[in-house]
């Protein structure tokens, strides 16, 4: 429940160019900082993270593995070689970036907002190299993927006819995310396949060829664990077949791969 709800947050939170490393670092000489930051061990049920007004990192009860997949715009399953603690132990940030000169030359292509974003997750790797003594190398390895393919008798969700008048009445665009449950509304199959990633841990490629705007509901039960009795409900392999009339095929593919090759736990302060 705590990674799937942190993968929500995050996936609300931001969006923008991917910022995947190339090698030791990304932007190793003009990489932007925070200026202050607390780091303090903090284990909660209610783990959340946010980013107030002027840039600040705020977060309580995190994961240091998924700071890491947050700062470098990768899932959590692609990263490899990280010490269990990274997953196990939680941590409050309060970060504040200072009146920094220094930052990287982002494309003129992207968005106020895009350049926002970026810049914030470059911090966000400048505080994990510096407080974590993170060091990082990427790779493409080949790993465990899903196809996602429309199944024999086709797709039995429909093009969206979402209009103004829903935005109107509060009914907006995207995709609702509840811990057995998907509801889209006018999304596309590859946000759909981003998300199923998620949730399955495990690469999922698009390749319905589907390429409009749906509308669909997806519930499944959760899987049964030593002890517990059978779910009243499929299975989430069997709800996307059975509900979308889609289907996920297992298989081997590249995949881009953070490496761990150092980390240390935080100096609290």
Known sequence: MKKSML??????ML????????????????????????????????????????????AHGIFTKFLIALA???KE?????APTWTSREQYSIDAKPGDNPKGPILSVYLTKRQKEDDEFKLRIQSLLADRFQLRIHKETREQQVYSLVV?????KFKESKFNESDAAKGRLPGLKMHPYE????SVDVHLLAEELSRRLSRNVIDRTGLNGAYDFDLRWAPDV???????????????????????????????????????ERPTEN
């Open 7 to 12: 993968g929500i947050i995050a996936l609300a």
């Open 15 to 58: 969006t923008g160019s991917t910022l995947l490393a190339q090698g030791e670092q990304t932007y190793p000489a003009a990489r932007p900082e925070f200026e202050v930051a607390s780091i303090k061990l903090d284990p909660r049920p209610d783990p959340m993270i946010g980013r107030p007004p002027g840039g600040r990192l705020v």
């Open 72 to 74: 470098y715009d990768v």
């Open 77 to 81: 399953f692609q990263i490899l070689d």
């Open 151 to 155: 199944a024999k008798n086709g797709p």
């Open 182 to 185: 998907l509801i889209g509304t």
């Open 225 to 263: 664990t030593d002890g517990d009795s059978a779910p009243d409900g499929p299975s989430i392999l069997t709800a996307v077949q059975e509900q979308l009339g889609l289907k996920l095929e297992s298989g081997k593919a590249p995949v881009d791969a953070i490496i761990i090759d150092h980390i």
